[in-house]
Structure formats: C-alpha cells, structure tokens
C-alpha cells in the first residue's frame, strides 16, 4: 500500500492492512516480547518498498519513555535495526518522544488533534526511511516528520508494517 503521507511525509508506504497475519506479528512483537519477529516485519516491509526509495538512514519511530522502561525494548527500534542489517543501511536513533499519553485506545479526533511530542536529538539525515509498526492516523508519523524537516532532512518516507485503515 502506497500513499501520499501525513504532512511533512512525502511518501507513505505499509506492508500490509492491519488485520489477520500483520496484526498477529505485531502483537506477538510488542505484547508478546517475540524480538525475532521484527526480522519478519523487516523482511516484509523491505519488499513493499519500491527499490529506488531504499536509501538514506533507517529511523525508528520512538516510543515513550514509560513503554520503553515497560518492554524494555522499542518495537519500532527493533524493525529498524533488522530493516538496516537487511538493506545495508544505517540506523540514526535521533528522534526523541515525551511521556505523553499513548495512542493505543484514543480516538481518532484525539490522536490528531493532541499528537505525541517528539523533538530532535542531534542532526537530522538529509533523507530519512522512518520506521514505525503500525500507521493510524498518521498523527504520530507527521510528528515524527515535522522533527525531521526542522532538522534538516530533505526527503522523509514513512515506511510500516501495517495501516489500520
């Protein structure tokens, strides 16, 4: 699925819808703390890229410090480690996210209108492959992007596993 993106996305891009086999995979990745599965989404999402968009650096979307401390782990981080390892690119950890309330459970209205705080930390890539599990909204993407772009980057596509549509 290929679609123009959230403001400040250029190019939106998931796998899959989320339901059936996606949606299993992500709930056995950040529920069930099954870390091989981020290779399977990895994989996936490598091949619904169009191959001339697969450059730049692989940045996760990053999760709350309380869901980080929680899981111990970044879902989102974990695809992107699996994802560059694949592809032969590197990983820029430079977003950060605040301790605003999760996305999971709020309406749409609320995701979009009250987003996640996330700022910058260092330079931004001039061209960004930027990571996520699930695309909703896209409130949190746009987030992500708006970050970017103050930072620097020129090209920014989002790139999922699936979209809850």
């Known amino acids: ?91 820029d950890r430079c977003l950060r996210r605040g301790n605003g309330r999760r996305q999971v459970g709020r309406r749409r209205w609320e995701r979009l209108t009250n987003p996640p705080r996330v700022w910058i930390a260092g330079p931004a890539p001039p061209q960004v492959l930027l990571v996520d599990d699930v695309w909703t909204t896209g409130a949190t993407l746009r987030a992500c992007a708006e970050a970017l772009r103050g930072a620097g980057a020129r090209r920014v596509v989002a790139l999922t596993l699936a979209h809850a549509l």
């Not at 290929?2 to 996606?22: C, K, N, R, T, Y």
């Not at 869901?67 to 590197?90: K, N, Q, V």
């Open 1 to 91: 699925m290929i679609e123009p993106g959230p403001p400040g996305v250029d190019l939106a891009v998931a796998a899959s819808p989320f339901d059936g086999s996606a949606r299993r995979l992500v709930h056995g990745l950040k529920y069930g703390r099954r870390l091989s599965l981020a290779g399977v989404a990895a994989t996936a999402m490598l091949r619904a890229l169009p191959p001339h968009e697969l450059a730049g650096a692989v940045v996760p979307v990053p999760a709350g410090p309380w869901r980080w401390r929680w899981r111990g782990f970044d879902p989102a981080e974990e695809i992107a480690i699996a994802m560059a390892e694949r592809a032969g690119l590197s990983v």
